[in-house]
T-cell receptor
Framework: KNEVEQSPQNLTAQEGEFITINCSYSVGISALHWLQQHPGGGIVSLFMLSSGKKKHGRLIATINIQEKHSSLHITASHPRDSAVYICAVSGGGADGLTFGKGTHLIIQP | GAGVSQSPSNKVTEKGKDVELRCDPISGHTALYWYRQRLGQGLEFLIYFQGNSAPDKSGLPSDRFSAERTGESVSTLTIQRTQQEDSAVYLC?????????????FGPGTRLTVL
């Protein structure tokens, strides 16, 4: 079974700061997903990647398959970025996604 | 439809009652997934459908849980004789097919509270 670890568990930063959230997993995967969950529970898929790097607006996701590690970066953070960010992996023998516990991000104005 | 929808959005029930949760996937999506998120805990996978077939039901927490899907459309998750430990947000997601590289689109969830 894949173990997905995220760090940090909680992160509070000031508006404008560069944010990094890390994710590591134990077993080879087909794809890694970064999800965003706002208060109220709705989940939005931010990225799905299996190699390299993806960028969307102020968000950047990278993955190193050999090291079984991914990072999510937020540039020029804003209070509206405050949410729980969840790393999840597919493949590695699992049918559905295997999730990390999430990183609770608060961006203060 | 425009996105994955779930109903009801909130359900409060008494211990021992049966509940039925519904998921409408995105039109054309053959794969459908059910997840659960208990308070303060991470998301956990319950079951998936490819079409109306569920190849592996081992993720369901107990035999009180069952799920079915009609064709490549609506799915229902049924919990019989609910217990307080069943209280959670139940999330449904759909994707084009079950290939592991397909993006999953999540519904808003059903918040179940068992008193």
């Amino acid at each position: 079974k894949n173990e997905v670890e995220q760090s940090p568990q909680n992160l509070t930063a000031q508006e404008g700061e560069f944010i990094t959230i890390n994710c590591s997993y134990s077993v080879g995967i087909s794809a890694l997903h970064w999800l965003q969950q706002h208060p109220g529970g709705g989940i939005v898929s931010l990225f799905m990647l299996s190699s390299g790097k993806k960028k969307h607006g102020r968000l950047i996701a990278t993955i190193n398959i050999q090291e079984k590690h991914s990072s999510l970066h937020i540039t020029a953070s804003h209070p509206r970025d405050s949410a729980v960010y969840i790393c999840a992996v597919s493949g590695g023998g699992a049918d559905g996604l295997t999730f990390g516990k999430g990183t609770h991000l608060i961006i203060q104005p | 439809g425009a996105g994955v929808s779930q109903s009801p959005s909130n359900k409060v029930t008494e211990k021992g009652k049966d509940v039925e949760l519904r998921c409408d996937p995105i039109s054309g999506h053959t794969a459908l997934y059910w997840y659960r998120q208990r308070l303060g805990q991470g998301l956990e996978f319950l079951i998936y459908f490819q079409g109306n077939s569920a190849p592996d039901k081992s993720g369901l927490p107990s035999d009180r849980f069952s799920a079915e899907r009609t064709g490549e459309s609506v799915s229902t998750l049924t919990i019989q004789r609910t217990q307080q430990e069943d209280s959670a947000v139940y999330l449904c997601a759909s994707s084009l097919d079950v290939a592991e590289y397909n993006e999953q689109f999540f519904g808003p969830g059903t918040r179940l509270t068992v008193l």
